[in-house]
Nanobody
Framework: QVQLAESGGGLVQAGGSLRLSCVAS????????MGWFRQAPGKEREFVAA????????YNQDSVKGRFTISRVNAKNTVYLQMNSLKPEDTAVYYC?????????????????WGQGTQVTVSS
């Protein structure tokens, strides 16, 4: 079983930056696609970004393109989400997720393992 743990959230002013980390334990993430999702109060969980095992293919939600970057270091069983130019609309609990795949799923039902989430709050 894969255990995921997110960290790096916090309170930041609009225009600022944060880097989220997700560390996996229990298994290595060999051949696993990793994704980031977020959920704002009163809203459904939505896809943010995903990355394949080799890191050669990524996909970002349109609203974060040019601002967020997903990356991974497989030797550390870790995936990152670098968030720049943050906006109040980015405020949410951010979750990382994993699935053994060679493609880039963008719906939560396609992922098998989830972390507990980390809060990101962007103030104006």
């Amino acid at each position: 079983q894969v255990q995921l743990a997110e960290s790096g959230g916090g309170l930041v002013q609009a225009g600022g930056s944060l880097r989220l980390s997700c560390v996996a334990s229990g298994r290595t993430l060999n051949r696993y696609t990793m994704g980031w999702f977020r959920q704002a109060p009163g809203k459904e969980r939505e896809f943010v970004a995903a990355i394949t095992w080799g890191g050669g293919s990524t996909y970002n939600q349109d609203s974060v393109k040019g601002r967020f970057t997903i990356s991974r270091v497989n030797a550390k069983n870790t995936v990152y989400l670098q968030m720049n130019s943050l906006k109040p609309e980015d405020t949410a609990v951010y979750y990382c997720a994993a699935v053994r795949s060679d493609v880039l799923p963008s719906t939560s039902s396609q992922y098998d393992y989830w972390g507990q989430g980390t809060q990101v709050t962007v103030s104006s």
